[in-house]
């Protein structure tokens, strides 16, 4: 059974504050990615990886950094929190390489509140 | 969410109705997956699909590429198919899965 795992959980952050949320996967897949999910928009993609060493915008990449030093983790980096960065954000891997279906394997999410 | 859309955006059933679920894209989409957020938060792949069809119990889901469109059907409902459910499209192999806003069902005793 794939396993992504999120933390932490829950965080409430001040603005202005520096935000790591971390993402490790025990899949070995490729592909890794970061999703924000509020009321009225779905899931929309801010950043992810193509493998260890590689970070790709996604459509809403604006004050968030990401690295992914190593297969199994994603982290995402709010250098300066904002309340408008209040979300709960998701981790996901998938595979494609060597023909595989990139399905897509979530973690539980990460609540996180700026105040 | 304008790349994909998804309607209805809500939706509320009988316990043992049928219902249709649909996607539009506005990309060029090689791959649809789609997924049910439950009522605690999880998300859980249904599907994964190259254009075609596939079943899986009381799930139907179909993706036609030239048409962009992708649909889900759900056959006599049941409480537990609750939640929301979202299709993910990768647009021109890029493995950049993108997702719709979701539709958010009910079901009804």
């Known amino acids: 059974e794939a396993a992504v795992t999120q933390s932490p959980r829950n965080k409430v952050a001040v603005t202005g504050g520096k935000v790591t949320l971390s993402c490790n996967q025990t899949?070995?897949?490729?592909?890794m990615y970061w999703y924000r999910q509020d009321t009225g928009h779905g899931l929309r993609l801010i950043h992810y990886?193509?493998?260890?060493?590689?970070?790709e915008k996604g459509d809403i990449p604006d004050g968030y950094k990401a690295s992914r030093p190593s297969q199994e983790n994603f982290s995402l980096i709010l250098e300066l929190a904002t309340p408008s960065q209040t979300s709960v954000y998701f981790c996901?891997?998938?595979?494609?390489?060597?023909?595989?279906?990139?399905?897509?394997?979530f973690g539980a999410g990460t609540r996180l509140s700026v105040l | 969410g304008d790349k994909v859309k998804q309607s209805p955006s809500a939706l509320s059933l009988q316990e043992g109705t049928n219902s249709a679920l649909r996607c539009n894209f506005s990309?060029?989409?090689?791959?649809v997956q789609w997924f049910l957020q439950n009522p605690r938060g999880s998300l859980i792949n249904l599907f994964y699909?190259?254009?075609g069809t596939k079943e899986n119990g009381r799930l139907k889901s179909a993706f036609d590429s030239k048409e962009s469109y992708s649909t889900l059907h759900i056959r006599d409902a049941q409480l537990e198919d609750s939640g929301t459910y979202f299709c993910?499209?990768?647009?021109?192999?890029?493995?950049?899965?993108?997702f719709g806003t979701g539709t958010r069902l009910q079901v009804l005793p």
């Open positions: 899949n070995n897949h490729n592909n």
């Open positions: 993910a499209a990768d647009p021109s192999n890029t493995n950049k899965v993108v």
């Open positions: 996901a891997s998938g595979d494609a390489s060597g023909g595989n279906q990139n399905t897509l394997y």
């Open positions: 990886s193509y493998g260890a060493g590689s970070t």
């Open positions: 990309i060029a989409a090689t791959t």
């Open positions: 699909l190259v254009p």
